[in-house]
């Protein structure tokens, strides 16, 4: 393992009301001033600032400065989305505002639960004064989190306690490595790299750059990347990180990446980059499960559909929000395509205002059959506080029975399940799976396309096609004419391509039948030959050559109601066929050659008799 990625990487985000001096106290443990020079002059931050700083081992720690005015709460979600801690900040002559709250609950949202309290302002207030505030504070947070922070208080205008914040914020960071390292020995360094787009511009020379905090994963130089939702291929040119030039980052870090591949034009804020294999979905509607229950003192607002404006990642929009009756779930629906994954926590926001309606997790991103809904429901219902990549693959599995092989999945094979081809499959599920194919062929003479099944038995088609593959190899099952039927025999869909296009022209062909030539088909021979021997085709005189069921069904109709030593005029022969004497005369020289009949003059004589007829 490389020493960049025994390092710890970590970003922190200060969070609070307007004016509680989160900018100023940033610059006093950074040294920077991350307020644009329009945010200086109005005295307030509207978007997104960074900055960062060391700590005594020399590990950098990025800082995002989040706005405080509740007109900018959606920026403040794309600041918290992914963060290791929150600094809440809280001035002392103001004590606890609406907005602490708001933030509170956005950075519950966002499932932040490392959480540091920081009183600004201490030089404007008495101890007792202090006091006060601080009890307040830890109370407010203690009931809305279930938690006790940490607490310090400060003077960023006289650098007053700065060292003391930084060393609860690096102790912190300390002990959430310490209980992340389990998790990350079992992912390993192969975490799908993860990067919510937060800025998109032209450098010259390089092309688009985007920033973002790299929340999973790493990047290096050369690296590609997926864009979502656009689904395009692009990849790494630049790395930088906090203003260094980088041949590799690692999360979790503020990283600057040049792209290549894509134009400034086709990027947008709130795009999601990740690695090929990261199971990122681009959707229209999604299935989320309510976390209020991380707000105990937020009353649950009506539940009517409504539109809603929804933050996740750095991405904001509206949707649809359509509560499902009697659980803790609803459904959204996107106008347009949104990237999101499974588990990913988002806030819902009062469409046109700023009041938080729901915290909610990304539980289903997947089409769902009307017969499976209700089935889902409940399984969501039941899903776990914490929920994890193993609980969708089961959840997945125990619904549908399959699930489409990804790479992730090649590198957590859920345990006691099969493979086929690309799919993992339950054991149970496909063992009732094989029972109703055959159940639905199980009559005789029965038949069906895969398509037909399909539809009987309300599976994709895809992983269907798969389990009649273990049927038809051994020997339960054969393909003929495109549809199944049981028992053995040869299965059309092992011919060669080439013999399959041709056998399909000669079928379509019917009574007219193909004449080589007639046909310009390379190597026609060589593949009329082998269906030919393998008895799909007949050959007539003259290089005509017919579908074998079809010769079969004209016997049939010639020789229907006739007996042994029967004689049997060209004419008949003609009409019973349907035939015209180019090809009439041509199949009854074929029924001499394959022991049907004889000739006797301009008559034949019927030799035998098919079965059913004798």
Same mark, same amino acid.
């Given at each position: 393992?490389?020493?960049?990625l025994?390092?710890?990487?970590?970003?922190?985000?200060?969070?609070g009301?307007?004016?509680?001096?989160?900018?100023a106290?940033?610059y006093a443990?950074?040294?920077?001033?991350?307020?644009?020079?329009?945010?200086?002059?109005c005295?307030?931050t509207?978007?997104?600032?960074?900055a960062?700083?060391?700590?005594?081992? @020399?590990h950098?720690?990025?800082v995002?400065?989040v706005?405080g005015?509740?007109?900018?709460?959606?920026?403040m979600?794309?600041?918290v989305?992914?963060?290791?801690?929150?600094?809440?900040?809280?001035?002392?002559?103001e004590?606890?505002m609406?907005?602490?709250?708001?933030?509170?609950e956005v950075?519950q949202a966002?499932?932040?639960?490392?959480i540091?309290?920081c009183?600004t302002?201490?030089?404007?207030v008495?101890t007792?004064?202090l006091?006060?505030?601080?009890?307040a504070?830890?109370?407010?947070?203690m009931?809305?989190?279930g938690?006790?922070?940490?607490?310090?208080?400060v003077?960023?205008l006289?650098?007053?306690n700065?060292?003391?914040l930084?060393?609860?914020?690096?102790?912190?960071?300390q002990?959430?490595e310490?209980e992340?390292?389990?998790?990350?020995?079992?992912?390993?360094i192969?975490?799908?790299p993860?990067?919510y787009v937060?800025?998109?511009?032209?450098?010259n020379?390089i092309?688009?750059?985007?920033t973002?905090?790299?929340?999973?994963?790493?990047?290096?130089?050369?690296?590609?990347?997926?864009v979502h939702?656009l689904?395009?291929?692009?990849?790494?040119?630049?790395?930088?990180?906090?203003h260094?030039?980088?041949e590799?980052?690692a999360?979790t870090?503020?990283?600057?990446v040049?792209?290549k591949?894509?134009?400034?034009?086709?990027?947008?804020r709130g795009y999601?980059l990740?690695g090929?294999?990261?199971?990122?979905?681009?959707?229209n509607?999604?299935?989320v499960r309510?976390?209020d229950?991380l707000?105990?003192?937020?009353?649950?607002?009506e539940?009517?559909?409504?539109?809603?404006?929804?933050?996740l990642?750095?991405?904001? @929009?509206?949707?649809?929000?359509i509560?499902?009756?009697?659980t803790?779930?609803?459904?959204?629906?996107f106008p347009?395509?949104?990237?999101?994954?499974?588990?990913q926590?988002?806030a819902?926001?009062?469409?046109?205002?700023?009041?938080?309606?729901?915290s909610?997790e990304v539980?289903?991103t997947?089409?769902?059959?009307p017969?499976?809904k209700?089935?889902?429901?409940?399984k969501?219902a039941a899903l776990?506080?914490?929920?994890?990549?193993?609980d969708?693959?089961?959840?997945a599995?125990?619904?549908q029975?399959?699930l489409?092989?990804?790479?992730a999945?090649?590198?957590n094979?859920?345990?006691g399940?099969?493979v086929?081809?690309?799919?993992i499959?339950d054991?149970t599920?496909?063992?009732?799976?094989?029972?109703?194919?055959?159940?639905q062929?199980?009559?005789?003479?029965?038949?069906m396309?895969?398509?037909e099944?399909?539809?009987?038995l309300?599976?994709?088609v895809e992983?269907l096609?798969?389990?009649?593959?273990?049927?038809?190899?051994?020997?339960?099952?054969h393909?003929?004419?495109?549809k199944?039927?049981?028992g053995?025999?040869?299965?059309?869909d092992?011919?060669p391509?080439?013999?399959?296009?041709?056998?399909?022209?000669?079928?379509?062909?019917?009574k007219?039948g193909?004449?080589?030539?007639?046909?310009?088909?390379?190597?026609?021979?060589?593949?009329l030959?082998?269906?030919s021997?393998q008895?799909?085709i007949?050959?007539?005189e003259?290089?005509?050559?017919?579908d074998?069921?079809l010769?079969?069904?004209?016997?049939?109709a010639?020789?229907?109601?006739h007996?042994?030593?029967d004689?049997?005029s060209?004419?008949?022969?003609?009409d019973?066929a349907?035939l015209?004497r180019k090809?009439?005369?041509?199949?009854?020289?074929r029924?001499?050659?394959?022991?049907w009949?004889r000739?006797?003059?301009?008559?034949?004589?019927?030799?035998k008799?098919?079965?059913?007829?004798?």
């Open positions: 393992m490389s020493d960049l025994t390092e710890n990487h970590a970003v922190i985000g200060l969070s009301h307007v004016d509680h001096g989160k900018t106290l940033i443990l950074t040294g920077m001033m991350t307020a644009r020079a329009h945010e200086q002059a005295g307030m509207q978007d997104l600032g960074f960062h700083f060391k700590d005594d081992q @020399g950098t720690i990025g995002i400065d706005p005015h509740e007109r900018y709460i959606r920026n979600v794309a600041g989305w992914h963060l290791d801690l929150v600094i809440l900040v809280v001035a002392a002559n004590g606890w609406p907005m602490t709250t708001a933030h509170l950075a966002m499932g932040m639960e490392r540091v309290v009183i302002k201490k030089d404007t008495t007792e004064e006091n006060e505030v601080e009890e504070v830890l109370e407010r947070v009931d809305m989190t938690r006790v922070p940490e607490c310090v208080a003077s960023a006289n650098n007053d700065i060292d003391a930084k060393s609860v914020i690096v102790r912190q960071l002990q959430a310490k992340n390292a389990k998790q990350d020995i079992i992912e390993d192969d975490v799908s993860l990067l937060d800025r998109a511009f032209l450098v020379g092309g688009t750059v985007v973002g905090t790299l929340a999973r994963g790493t990047l290096a130089i050369g690296d590609k990347l997926m939702p689904n395009k291929m692009v990849k790494v040119r630049t790395l930088q990180s906090y260094s030039a980088r590799q980052v999360a870090s503020r990283v600057a040049g792209l591949g894509i134009t400034l034009k086709e990027m947008k999601c990740t090929e294999s990261h199971q990122c979905r681009v959707v509607q999604c299935i309510f976390t229950h707000l105990p003192e937020k009353l649950a607002p539940r009517k559909n409504r539109q809603v404006e929804v933050a990642g750095t991405w904001h @929009g509206t949707a649809q929000l509560y499902i009756k009697d803790g779930l609803a459904r959204l629906k347009t395509p949104v990237s999101l994954f499974f588990e926590p988002m819902l926001i009062r469409h046109g205002g700023s009041d938080l309606l729901h909610a539980v289903w997947d089409d769902i059959a017969q499976h209700k089935a889902l429901y409940s969501l776990p506080l914490q929920i994890t990549l193993d969708q693959t089961h959840l599995l125990s619904l029975g399959y489409l092989v990804t790479d999945l090649k590198a094979m859920p345990i399940c099969d086929l081809s690309g799919f499959v054991p599920w496909l063992q009732k799976t094989r029972e109703q194919i055959m159940a062929l199980n009559e005789q003479g029965a038949a396309s895969s398509m099944l399909s539809s009987r309300r599976i994709a992983p096609v798969e389990v009649i593959n273990t049927l038809k190899a051994e020997g339960q099952l393909l003929s004419y495109d199944w039927q049981q053995k025999g040869r299965s059309e092992e011919l391509p080439e013999a399959l296009t041709l056998l399909s022209l000669i079928r379509q062909k019917g007219d193909l004449e080589l030539s007639k046909a310009k088909i390379p190597n026609a021979k060589k593949w030959r082998q269906l021997h008895k799909y007949t050959i007539l003259g290089d005509i050559y017919y074998m069921a010769y079969q069904n004209m016997v049939n010639i020789l229907e109601g007996q042994k030593h004689r049997i060209m004419a008949d022969i003609k019973k349907e015209s090809y009439s005369i041509p199949l009854a020289n029924m001499e050659m394959d022991g009949v000739r006797d003059e301009n008559d034949r004589i019927v030799l008799v098919p079965e059913n007829d004798a």
